[in-house]
Structure formats: structure tokens, C-alpha cells
């Protein structure tokens, strides 16, 4: 079978107090959920009804068969899921500071299983059939999942829509101008290329949002998303369509999910083949939602509840 939409990236266990305003060393009670960005759009997507799979890799251990039970009750095809012996699932904290600060600690040492995926394992022909194939920027930190991300987007050589998504994580890299040669490499093979004003600047060299976008069109994508934070959104396409979508009003409890909401959103309206104002607008509805809910995975929302949201305004 052919996939709506393929992710390739992290995965992990978030652990997420139970307690907002309030930080670690007094946290006295957490959630645990299913994370990772790649596998939260996966997630999304599946949510808004697309048949979606994640290839990740995850430790050998308890945490890992969470991740596939999770992932199942999603309704997320895990098959190219695998575990590594020896290394352990990894666990990312936060503290949840509303309206805007929303600290991360991540756990992946010695080294995270996602960056395990091994370039010979690809099912290169489920990639290439995919309508959409969306990686992580993380994915080319380091190897072997470099080698594996861009042989990936080779093989699929802009079949359908492959989305990069920027993904800029500074703790896994030495600097900026160690990821900018493997961000140029990937931006060949992408049609849509999507990140914040940090993630394009890392990207192009560029952080003004017009330029930024232009330059990642320069670059040969045919569609340029930058998200803008309380600005919102900005899309511009090679054919020269243009949309500037303001952020959805809402009572921000944690921000940390909103951009996976967002992905998996813009997936389904670049499949239902909707312009990019309706597409920017809905997936700004479905990011705010999401910010207005403590967990990532579980808080994706349904397309009934994005409607409504664009209906009202506002997230109520």
C-alpha cells in the first residue's frame, strides 16, 4: 500500500509534570506520553484521518514497547520501528512555564536509537510511493542516520511532496555552520521546506522571513514556510502564491507540541490540495489547540475540533 504520508525522524517517551509554573527539582508528579517531532506529525496527520508510518528506532527495552503500543493506539503503522540493542529509549523533560517558556531536557546518551536508522534498512520503494515524505533535521546530526536521511530523499528524487522540516536543535550540533552543508544537501530533494525564523536562518544564513523564503525557493523547493511565533505564518510558493496568516488567539498552557500539530495539518491540506491561505490557516488552528493542551501526542486534534477553532476565531 501507498502511505498519505511517511515520517522519518525522533522518537522518544516524553515526561511532562503534572504541575505548571513549577520547576523540575519540586515537580512531584509527570505524564508520560508518546513524543518526538517526527512521530507527533505521524500522529497529527493520522488524526485528521491519513494513513500514516514512522520509520524511528527505539531502545530494546520497556520504554520501547510503550512507544509501539502507543503508536498502534494512534493508529500509526510502526513496522519500520526497530529496536537497538544497548542503547535506551530516550526520555525528554520539560517544565511548563506559560505563556512562553517551555525548557527541554533531553535524555539520548550514549546516543539516541533514532539516529541508528541505517540507510541499507530503508524500504526505499515505501518511501518513494509515499504521496508525502516528510524528514527532520535532526536526522542529519549525525551518523548513520545522515547517510540514511539523504539517501532517502535521493531515492525518492521529489516524487510527490517530500517535506524537510528544518528542525534546528542546537544541543545536537556543534554550531550552526556544522548543519548548513547537510541542510543545503537536503533542500535539493525537497519540495516544501518548513521552520521557524531560528531554523531558516540556520537554513540560509537568512532570518527576515520574506528573504528567508525566497532563498529556500532559490534553493529549489517549491514551497517556503516560516513560522513567525506571535507574527504567524508566512507561504510562499515558486508560482508565486503568497499567504501571511495571523496566529490563532488562544490561552497558551504548553507550546512544545504546537509545530507537530502544525505539520501534521499542513500534510493534510497540501494531500487535500487546498490553497496555501486555507492550508496556513488550518494548520495554525491546529497548533494553537494543541498549545492550549499539557501533552503533544495525545492532544492532536481532530478535524472537527480545528474547524470549530477556525469557526470561532479563537481556541476556546
Given at each position: 500500500?501507498?502511505?498519505?504520508?511517511?515520517?522519518?525522524?525522533?522518537?522518544?517517551?516524553?515526561?511532562?509534570?503534572?504541575?505548571?509554573?513549577?520547576?523540575?527539582?519540586?515537580?512531584?508528579?509527570?505524564?508520560?506520553?508518546?513524543?518526538?517531532?517526527?512521530?507527533?506529525?505521524?500522529?497529527?496527520?493520522?488524526?485528521?484521518?491519513?494513513?500514516?508510518?514512522?520509520?524511528?528506532?527505539?531502545?530494546?527495552?520497556?520504554?520501547?514497547?510503550?512507544?509501539?503500543?502507543?503508536?498502534?493506539?494512534?493508529?500509526?503503522?510502526?513496522?519500520?520501528?526497530?529496536?537497538?540493542?544497548?542503547l535506551p529509549t530516550p526520555v525528554t523533560f520539560c517544565e511548563v512555564f506559560p505563556p512562553d517558556d517551555f525548557p527541554l531536557?533531553?535524555?539520548?546518551?550514549?546516543?539516541?536509537?533514532?539516529?541508528?536508522?541505517?540507510?541499507?534498512?530503508?524500504?526505499?520503494?515505501?518511501?518513494?510511493?509515499?504521496?508525502?515524505?516528510?524528514?527532520?533535521?535532526?536526522?542529519?546530526?549525525?551518523?548513520?542516520?545522515?547517510?540514511?536521511?539523504?539517501?532517502?530523499?535521493?531515492?525518492?528524487?521529489?516524487?510527490?511532496?517530500?517535506?524537510?522540516?528544518?528542525?534546528?536543535?542546537?544541543?545536537?550540533?556543534?554550531?550552526?555552520?556544522?548543519?548548513?552543508?547537510?541542510?543545503?544537501?537536503?533542500?535539493?530533494?525537497?519540495?516544501?521546506?518548513?521552520?521557524?525564523?531560528?531554523?531558516?536562518?540556520?537554513?540560509?544564513?537568512?532570518?527576515?522571513?520574506?528573504?528567508?523564503?525566497?532563498?529556500?525557493?532559490?534553493?529549489?523547493?517549491?514551497?517556503?514556510?516560516?513560522?513567525?511565533?506571535?507574527?504567524?505564518?508566512?507561504?510562499?510558493?515558486?508560482?508565486?502564491?503568497?499567504?501571511?496568516?495571523?496566529p490563532l488567539p488562544v490561552d497558551v498552557l504548553n507550546g512544545l507540541g504546537a509545530g507537530d500539530a502544525f505539520g501534521g495539518?499542513?500534510?493534510?491540506?497540501?494531500?487535500?490540495?487546498?490553497?496555501?491561505?486555507?492550508?496556513?490557516?488550518?494548520?495554525?488552528?491546529?497548533?494553537?489547540?494543541?498549545?492550549?493542551?499539557?501533552?503533544?501526542?495525545?492532544?492532536?486534534?481532530?478535524?472537527?475540533?480545528?474547524?470549530?477553532?477556525?469557526?470561532?476565531?479563537?481556541?476556546?
Amino acid at each position: 500500500m501507498a502511505y498519505d504520508l511517511i515520517t522519518m525522524g525522533r522518537i522518544g517517551v516524553d515526561l511532562y509534570p503534572l504541575q505548571t509554573g513549577v520547576p523540575l527539582p519540586q515537580v512531584t508528579s509527570f505524564g508520560k506520553f508518546l513524543g518526538g517531532s517526527a512521530t507527533n506529525v505521524a500522529v497529527a496527520a493520522a488524526r485528521l484521518g491519513r494513513s500514516t508510518a514512522v520509520i524511528t528506532r527505539t531502545g530494546d527495552d520497556p520504554f520501547g514497547t510503550y512507544l509501539h503500543e502507543a503508536l498502534k493506539g494512534f493508529g500509526v503503522d510502526d513496522r519500520w520501528v526497530t529496536p537497538v540493542p544497548g542503547l535506551p529509549t530516550p526520555v525528554t523533560f520539560c517544565e511548563v512555564f506559560p505563556p512562553d517558556d517551555f525548557p527541554l531536557y533531553f535524555y539520548r546518551l550514549p546516543k539516541a536509537p533514532d539516529l541508528e536508522i541505517d540507510a541499507h534498512e530503508l524500504d526505499l520503494d515505501a518511501i518513494r510511493d509515499a504521496r508525502i515524505f516528510w524528514v527532520t533535521g535532526t536526522g542529519l546530526s549525525e551518523e548513520p542516520s545522515r547517510t540514511a536521511t539523504l539517501a532517502a530523499l535521493a531515492h525518492r528524487a521529489k516524487a510527490g511532496t517530500t517535506v524537510f522540516d528544518l528542525d534546528w536543535r542546537p544541543m545536537f550540533w556543534s554550531d550552526p555552520a556544522a548543519a548548513r552543508p547537510f541542510y543545503k544537501e537536503a533542500l535539493r530533494h525537497t519540495t516544501v521546506a518548513v521552520g521557524n525564523l531560528d531554523e531558516v536562518e540556520v537554513a540560509t544564513g537568512v532570518r527576515e522571513p520574506h528573504a528567508a523564503a525566497q532563498t529556500l525557493l532559490d534553493a529549489g523547493v517549491q514551497v517556503a514556510v516560516v513560522k513567525q511565533g506571535p507574527k504567524g505564518v508566512l507561504a510562499v510558493s515558486s508560482d508565486g502564491e503568497t499567504a501571511e496568516v495571523p496566529p490563532l488567539p488562544v490561552d497558551v498552557l504548553n507550546g512544545l507540541g504546537a509545530g507537530d500539530a502544525f505539520g501534521g495539518s499542513l500534510c493534510h491540506g497540501l494531500l487535500e490540495g487546498w490553497d496555501l491561505e486555507r492550508t496556513m490557516r488550518h494548520a495554525n488552528a491546529a497548533g494553537a489547540i494543541v498549545a492550549s493542551r499539557l501533552e503533544c501526542s495525545s492532544a492532536m486534534p481532530t478535524p472537527d475540533e480545528i474547524e470549530a477553532a477556525i469557526a470561532a476565531g479563537a481556541v476556546k
